[in-house]
Nanobody, 127 residues
Framework: VQLQASGGGLGQAGGSLRLSCAAS????????MGWFRQTPGKEREFVSA????????LYDDSVKGRFAISGDNAKNTVYLQMSSLKPEDAAVYYC?????????????????????WGQGTLVTVSS
């Protein structure tokens, strides 16, 4: 499975950006997809996840109510709509895919849950 993330760029505080992640290859094996973000000197942190089978979603508390994850099965693409941006949302955002059917908060918030990773897309937020 190959993942191609796009949509990063410069956003304004209080504004919006939408990230996309297109999957290709053996996409039938993908059960869930997620978004993580990373800033220099920090570990990659969980943002949001989506389970394809039923559309179930999970969010980190820091983005709950501001970000929305969604997916288009026909396009094998997952989106992250980011609204009410804050300066602390600035990071490199990575999409990831998992072949596991598990979907609990304890599991999907861990980077180890994901087998496939995209290349990352940079989001900057001006205040």
């Amino acid at each position: 499975v190959q993942l191609q993330a796009s949509g990063g760029g410069l956003g304004q505080a209080g504004g919006s950006l939408r990230l996309s992640c297109a999957a290709s290859g053996r996409t039938f094996s993908v059960k869930g997809m997620g978004w993580f973000r990373q800033t220099p000197g920090k570990e990659r942190e969980f943002v949001s996840a989506l389970r394809w089978s039923d559309g179930d979603t999970l969010y980190d508390d820091s983005v709950k109510g501001r970000f929305a994850i969604s997916g288009d099965n026909a396009k094998n693409t997952v989106y992250l709509q980011m609204s009410s941006l804050k300066p602390e949302d600035a990071a490199v955002y990575y999409c990831a895919a998992s072949s596991s059917a598990l979907f609990s908060k304890f599991v999907v918030t861990s980077a180890k849950y994901y087998r496939y990773w995209g290349q990352g897309t940079l989001v900057t937020v001006s205040s």
